[in-house]
Nanobody
Framework: QVQLVESGGGLAQAGGSLRLSCAAS????????MGWHRQGAGKQRELVAD???????GYAASVKGRFTISRDNGGNTVYLQMNNLKPEDTGVYYC?????????????WGQGTLVTVAS
């Protein structure tokens, strides 16, 4: 059973920075995409950023230019550098990994880490 373990959440002031990390509990193959999603209070979970095994990145419009996603060479650890944080960035941030095996995708989620941005 693969587990994704997030760390780095906490309290930040508006305009501040936090760095989230997500590591797989063991080395896993065929991870094609890793990403970060978040869920604010009373809101649906939304994609924040993702990165492919080829290094292609994508960002939600609300975080573009402020957040940076990166992935280690082994591909099983992903980071989210969050700068110029805003109160609306508050939420639980979840790491997600997608594996592609024989044409079928498998999703793995972390347990989430809380980010609170104070105004």
């Amino acid at each position: 059973q693969v587990q994704l373990v997030e760390s780095g959440g906490g309290l930040a002031q508006a305009g501040g920075s936090l760095r989230l990390s997500c590591a797989a509990s063991r080395s896993i193959r065929n991870v094609v995409i890793m990403g970060w999603h978040r869920q604010g209070a009373g809101k649906q979970r939304e994609l924040v950023a993702d990165i492919s095994d080829g290094g292609d990145t994508g960002y939600a419009a609300s975080v573009k230019g402020r957040f940076t996603i990166s992935r280690d060479n082994g591909g099983n650890t992903v980071y989210l550098q969050m700068n110029n944080l805003k109160p609306e960035d508050t939420g639980v941030y979840y790491c997600k990994a997608i594996r592609l095996i024989a044409g079928t995708t498998y999703d793995y989620w972390g347990q989430g880490t809380l980010v609170t941005v104070a105004s």
